[in-house]
Nanobody, 128 residues
Framework: QLQLVQSGGGLVQPGGSLRLSCAAS????????IGWFRQAPGKRRRGFSC????????YYADSVKGRFTISRDNAKNTVYLQMNSLKPEDTAVYYC?????????????????????WGQGTQVTVSS
């Protein structure tokens, strides 16, 4: 059974940092492209970051570029999203997603139909 389990969300003050984890079971995450999506209150879920399985080329939306970083720990079968300099507008439910047939470019945001396996989502709230 393919499963993604997320952890690491919470409440943080503006300017703070959080690291989200996305752990896979039932498959090797290093063979999959990973997308990160978020859904802010009252808005649609949108992709903002993506990393390929083949060459680790990554996409970051302008809204998070320079502040968020994706990394992989293949030994732990886990992908991380390091989020620094958090802003109130980063408040959202965050989702990781994986797919073996998808790929990421450095210019295109990930889209939901390209990803078949999803984490359960984790709340990130940035507030003073």
């Amino acid at each position: 059974q393919l499963q993604l389990v997320q952890s690491g969300g919470g409440l943080v003050q503006p300017g703070g940092s959080l690291r989200l984890s996305c752990a896979a079971s039932g498959f090797r995450l290093d063979h999959y492209a990973i997308g990160w999506f978020r859904q802010a209150p009252g808005k649609r879920r949108r992709g903002f970051s993506c990393v390929s399985s083949s060459d680790d080329s990554a996409y970051y939306a302008d809204s998070v570029k320079g502040r968020f970083t994706i990394s992989r720990d293949n030994a732990k079968n886990t992908v991380y999203l390091q989020m620094n300099s958090l802003k109130p507008e980063d408040t959202a439910v965050y989702y990781c997603a994986a797919d073996p047939t998808s790929w990421c470019t450095t210019v295109d945001a990930p889209i939901e139909p390209d990803f078949g396996s999803w984490g359960q989502g984790t709340q990130v709230t940035v507030s003073s």
